[in-house]
């Protein structure tokens, strides 16, 4: 019996989709155990242990495989990487002084600020859904960060300024990666993010380090699982879905956030905050709703003497 080409396609996409989503759960632990070791363990040492152990595992996965890596996959790892480490590094100095709940949340606009930025860098108006949600989304933060909640702090600006560099990564992944090259890619980006944390460390000045055997679960797991082996199947699984299904399976990560917080660290989000986080997700799926394609789905329809082929 043959399969059509559509219900293929479709049933891998439905893979890749469920991918992310188990994804996005792996990285909503990562806030209250990123907080936790930030007690005794400051946040660009931090940042460099989990890159290298994360490279270095997928160094040995690639070495045992026998992969080649290209010029063209080096340098689109390294852009990757850029981004990827300013929005580990925001995200995880933030972290220090706003809660893993709030962090989560803050991170998910994210996927508000991807249509902006390809708004920015195309030149052409967005969908009046794209404005709607980012203005929604944007009265979430005010209501999350307001006094009646959890005052506005250096942290959270922070993690806005995390939210940012994300939203490049996302673009850029759907740009550069090409199938086939995923792992090499994330190796490379992971790398890149590594000798950058590496380097941050005299430059921040923040050497705090009282290491513990407790902390080698949260290292193991934020280092292999939450980077290495996620970072590699978010290259693998993201070009077999639409950017836009994507973003959208992305804003279950403040969820997941927060419910690991509420578990690990006892965290609770007052009655404000909850208002908060719900706006931000409404903003979020609002901006982000539709099947189209990404590009159609938050632009206008071009007129037709500028159509492209």
């Known amino acids: 019996m043959n399969i059509p080409p559509a219900q293929i396609n479709n049933r891998s996409q439905i893979k ?9 759960a792996i990285w909503g632990t990562s806030f209250p155990l990123v907080k936790i070791a930030l007690r005794d363990i400051g946040a660009p040492i931090l940042i460099s242990m989990r890159f290298w152990i994360g490279g270095i595992c997928l160094g040995l996965f690639i070495l045992i495989k026998g992969y080649l890596i290209t010029r063209r996959v080096i340098r689109d790892g390294m852009i990757l990487g850029v981004f990827m480490f300013a929005g580990i590094f925001f995200q995880t100095v933030g ?15 994210s996927v508000v600020f991807v249509p902006i930025l390809v708004i920015a860098i195309e030149k052409r108006r967005p969908h009046p859904r794209a404005v709607f949600g980012a203005v929604a989304a944007a009265a979430g933060v005010f209501i999350l960060t307001s006094p009646k909640a ?41 790398l ?35 980077t290495a082996f996620a970072f590699w199947m978010q290259i693998k699984w993201q070009p077999g879905t639409t950017a836009t299904t994507a973003a959208v399976i992305y804003t279950m990560e403040p969820v997941f956030a927060l419910l690991f917080a509420m578990v690990f660290i006892g965290e609770k989000l007052s009655p404000a905050g909850f208002a908060g986080g719900l706006c931000i997700m409404f903003g979020i799926l609002i901006a982000e709703s539709g ?3 990404f590009f159609q789905n938050i632009f206008r329809p071009a007129h037709l003497s500028h159509k492209r082929h």
């Open 16 to 24: 890749a989709d469920l991918w992310l989503l188990v994804l996005t």
């Open 192 to 226: 890149t993010t590594a000798i950058l944390g590496t380097i941050s460390i005299p430059l921040t000045g923040d050497l705090l380090f009282n290491w513990s055997h407790s902390h080698f679960f949260i290292l193991f797991w934020i280092s292999v699982v939450c």
């Open 291 to 293: 099947n189209r394609p």
């Open 150 to 190: 959890d005052p506005f702090n250096i942290g959270d600006l922070f993690t806005l300024l995390c939210a940012v560099s994300f939203a490049f990564q996302i673009i850029f992944v759907e740009m550069l990666v090409r199938k086939k090259r995923e792992l090499s890619t994330a190796f490379c980006m992971i």
């Open 95 to 109: 972290l220090k002084y706003t809660t893993a709940a709030k962090s989560g949340f803050l991170t998910g606009l």
